[in-house]
């Protein structure tokens, strides 16, 4: 009467399944139920492609009316450093930023 009848996983081969109805055990069904979710995830992805639906959180509409020096200032910029404006835009943030986040490490 020691042993018992053991019904082993059917896909690791190496552990008991957490049930007579189970076919997996306790780490495979956890497997098969992540693999579930992930395919099920990548077929939404699939039918939604990204770029025909721009996420509006990263858009900003910049007015510059109060301000039409400063784009004046960044539009001779952008044709000197032959760049489209918005790229110019960014690229001087990105400067801006790195300048700060410099002298934040110095202090
Ligand atoms: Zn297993």
């Not at 109805?21 to 069904?29: I, L």
């Amino acid at each position: 009467m020691e042993e018992k009848p053991v019904k082993m996983c059917s896909r690791c081969n190496e552990k008991p399944t957490i049930s007579p109805t189970s076919p997996f055990c306790a780490s495979c069904m956890n497997k098969v139920r992540w693999e579930k979710a992930g395919s099920k995830d990548m077929k939404v992805s699939k039918d939604r492609p990204k770029k025909t639906q721009p996420r509006p959180d990263l858009e900003v509409i910049v007015s510059f009316k109060r301000y039409p020096e400063v784009l004046a200032q960044i539009r001779a910029l952008s044709e000197e450093e032959m760049r489209p404006l918005d790229v110019e835009i960014i690229f001087i943030l990105k400067c801006h930023l790195k300048v700060e986040r410099g002298s934040d490490a110095v202090v």
